[in-house]
């Protein structure tokens, strides 16, 4: 154990993640619990808004990335090193209890169900059409890629797979790249992620656009550029004094930006180059967030003042991953009893949506109390800086 630990926390990132799921749980729910309404309203909110899961995703990866580097940049300027393969054991005791707790119902408990629904059931369990390799090996966004989208219970796991990947090799860039250097390398990922997306993408291929490593490089990258910004005493002093309406101001325009995302194809031949360059635009909005969360004095809310919500930031990770086996789990108990799950509903849809959160959070609660602390507790003792 460290002889001393140094205590880093961001008392508001926490609302943050919980954000990041929530937007997730809400995509899932839309896009996969076969409500249909015809109201020309509520399919625009749902179409623009609601179904921007990916959104979620993308918040996770800019968060990793500002964390994961932040606490390097600060074990390296406190120790003079990075201790690699405690950090990699701090990975694996975070990540894999989970992971693989869910894999392993996925690829074993979860297809015994396949027989007893029918063919037009919202949420398909058959892992017959995927390979359970890439899922072994972290690599499972590339079954996505090569197969498709066959699973989404499993298959959610994909940005998982993308975050382990990113550990794999990054505190050996942080390590052994000079600090004077970073900045730029981190820049370069940045630039040649969208380059990858532009020539990479085979014209614009959407499941390489948003599940390829490379094309989801950008964002990891912005938030380390955030972090190595965020060391600097400097630069977060002229954070503190970032007025409230350029704030504000920054949200507004998020907002706006939303519903436009899904009308790059209208680009014609520049749609690829748009596609290419939109992620890094939505991911510096959400570095802009993280920041003023973190320092600036004149935010006009800090998520940590909503309790409920920082109160379940600690849990999002166990509710990102389970929270598809619940959707599935609500749907089959519903159809146990007769009811049809297929067509829903207002009332029904509603019932199932609110079930499946209160039983996401339950489920993860327990699965934090008695899965995941005792390794929390272990990964602790390889930790030089405590979050």
């Not at 995509?27 to 609601?50: K, W």
């Not at 510096?284 to 006009?300: H, V």
């Not at 519903?334 to 207002?346: E, I």
């Amino acid at each position: 154990m460290p002889l001393q630990q140094t205590k880093i926390f961001f008392p508001h990132l926490d609302g943050l993640r919980f954000i990041a799921f929530f937007a997730v749980f809400i995509n899932h729910a839309f896009g996969c619990l076969d409500y249909i309404n015809y109201n020309g309203t509520y399919n625009f909110i749902r179409s623009r808004y609601l179904l921007s899961g990916d959104l979620g995703v993308s918040l996770f990866f800019v968060l990793s990335g500002f964390l994961i580097t932040y606490l390097l940049l600060k074990e390296k300027e406190l120790n003079g090193k990075i201790n690699i393969p405690h950090f990699y054991l701090r990975r694996i005791l975070r990540i894999w209890p989970v992971y693989f707790f869910v894999v392993g119902l996925c690829l074993f408990m979860f297809p015994l169900f396949a027989n007893s629904i029918p063919a037009n059931f919202p949420i398909g369990v058959s892992t017959k059409q995927l390979n359970p390799w890439f899922y072994a090996t972290f690599t499972g966004n590339f079954d996505y890629l090569y197969n498709g989208i066959t699973n989404v219970l499993i298959g959610i796991l994909w940005s998982v797979s993308v975050e382990e990947q990113f550990y794999l090799f990054w505190p050996l860039l942080v390590a052994f790249i000079p600090r004077k250097y970073l900045l730029p390398v981190f820049i370069s990922v940045i630039l040649g992620s969208i380059a990858f997306r532009f020539w990479g993408s085979q014209g614009g291929s959407a499941l390489i656009l948003k599940y390829h490593s490379l094309s989801s490089m950008s964002d990891l990258a912005t938030g380390a550029v955030l972090a190595f910004l965020c060391t600097s005493e400097r630069f977060t002093a002229k954070i503190k004094n970032t007025p409230r309406w350029l704030i504000i101001l920054m949200y507004v325009l998020f907002i706006i930006i939303v519903p436009y995302r899904g009308l790059t194809w209208k680009l014609g031949v520049h749609y690829v180059l748009a596609a290419s360059i939109l992620p890094v635009i939505i991911s510096s909005f959400f570095a802009f967030f993280i920041m003023e969360q973190n320092y600036a004095e004149r935010s006009f809310y800090k998520l940590g003042n909503f309790k409920f919500i920082s109160s379940l930031g600690k849990y999002t990770y166990g509710m990102y991953c389970y929270h598809m086996m619940i959707f599935f789990l609500v749907l089959y108990t519903f159809y146990t009893f007769g009811a049809d799950v297929s067509h829903p509903h207002k009332f029904q849809f509603i019932l199932e949506i609110v079930i499946s959160f209160v039983c996401t959070i339950l489920f993860s609660k327990f699965s934090y109390r008695y899965i995941e602390s005792n390794f929390l507790k272990l990964k602790n003792r390889f930790a030089t800086i405590v979050k």
